[in-house]
């Protein structure tokens, strides 16, 4: 399984932006997928999760409420809609796929990675 994703940039604090993961391959529907972020200096985190069948996720704390997390099988790809960005969600952006269709909050669990997407929120 290949992972491309798209649509990082430069925002204002207070705007939006849409991430996009495109996979390759048969078997993205059976697959767990997240989103982590890696900030300058700092050690990739977990963003959000989302189940096989897109009916469950689950999201770190500090971005409940702003960011949602989605699927579409048909098409291959999970997005990831950030809103109300921080300063602080500055980071590179990584989505990354699970054979276990629950996904999860820890990065080891993943199997494929994407390249990441630079997201970059100016104060």
């Known amino acids: 399984v290949q992972l491309q994703a798209s649509g990082g940039g430069l925002v204002q604090a207070g705007g939006s932006l849409s991430l996009s993961c495109a996979a390759s391959?048969?078997?993205?529907?059976?697959?767990?997928m997240g989103w982590f972020r890696q900030a300058p200096g700092k050690e990739r985190e977990f963003v959000a999760t989302i189940s096989a069948n897109g009916g469950r996720t689950s999201y770190t704390d500090s971005v409940k409420g702003r960011f949602a997390i989605s699927r579409d099988n048909l098409k291959n790809t999970v997005y990831l809609q950030m809103n109300s960005l921080k300063p602080d969600d500055t980071a590179v952006y990584y989505c990354?796929?699970?054979?276990?269709?629950?996904?999860?909050?820890?990065?080891?669990?993943?199997?494929?990675w994407g390249q990441g997407t630079e997201v970059t929120v100016s104060s």
């Open positions: 990354a796929g699970s054979t276990l269709s629950n996904g999860g909050i820890y990065n080891n669990i993943y199997d494929y």
């Open positions: 391959g048969r078997m993205f529907s059976s697959y767990g």
